[in-house]
């Protein structure tokens, strides 16, 4: 089955610092990986993606992810972090085989930067 | 180029009415997906529409059902609501030929059972 995991409830980091949000996945045949962040009372944004190719993924506002098959990761990063980075980023997947073309997501990571 | 649309923004029903919420894709996108995101439950797939058909539906009552229309644009019933029902409720779209393309979702609608 297919499944998605951020480990972390909440990550606090300061501005400027370097963030990293992780998440790890499931599935079947090759991953499709997407992070999404979503405001308040907002509906969700993409940020990025991967399909195939590099496994360092460049993204809106500045983030990136990075793939790992060998640990079934795509942990989402940014060299600085922003105040206004402050949000909720859900990461989801998937499965290549799978021909619903539906999005399995995480339970969400809370991001918090503080000035 | 617009975004992916919802109506309403708020709903506010009572136990056992029944609630209709719609979603306009972007132009040129023919998928349209529907998720539930409840308190404490996460963002949970209920329904896929490609070209005017139901595709692939979540684990989820009969009780949801929607459908798409010849413009692309998607309805979102649910019947004999629940208070349990209660929740975020977004519409994505996309181009289902790209394969591994991006969703795009919308603002979604709030709905409130009492």
């Known amino acids: 089955a297919q499944s998605v995991a951020q480990p972390e409830d909440q990550v606090n980091v300061a501005e400027g610092n370097p963030l990293t949000v992780k998440c790890t996945y499931s599935v079947s045949g090759n991953p499709y990986l997407f992070w999404y962040v979503q405001y308040p009372n907002r509906g969700l944004q993409f940020l990025l993606k991967y399909i195939t190719g590099d496994n360092l993924v460049k993204g809106s506002y500045g983030f990136e992810a990075e793939f790992n098959k060998s640990q079934t990761s795509f942990h989402l990063k940014k060299p600085s972090a922003l105040v206004s980075d402050s949000a909720l980023y859900f990461c989801a997947v998937r499965d290549g085989v799978d021909s619903s073309y539906k999005l399995i997501f995480g339970s969400g990571t809370r991001l918090l930067v503080r000035p | 180029e617009a975004g992916v649309t919802q109506s309403p923004t708020h709903l506010i029903k009572t136990r056992g009415q029944q609630a209709t919420l719609r979603c306009s894709p972007i132009?040129?996108?023919?998928?349209v997906y529907w998720y539930q995101q409840a308190l404490g439950l996460g963002l949970q797939f209920l329904l896929w529409?490609?070209?005017?058909?139901?595709?692939n539906r979540g684990n989820f009552p009969p009780r949801f059902s929607g459908r798409q229309f010849p413009n692309y644009s998607s309805e979102l019933n649910v019947n004999a609501l629940e208070l349990e029902d209660s929740a975020l409720y977004l519409c994505a779209s996309s181009l289902v030929s790209s394969g591994g393309g991006e969703q795009y979702f919308g603002p979604g609608t709030r709905l409130t059972v009492t």
């Open positions: 529409y490609d070209e005017g058909e139901e595709r």
């Open positions: 132009s040129g996108h023919t998928s």
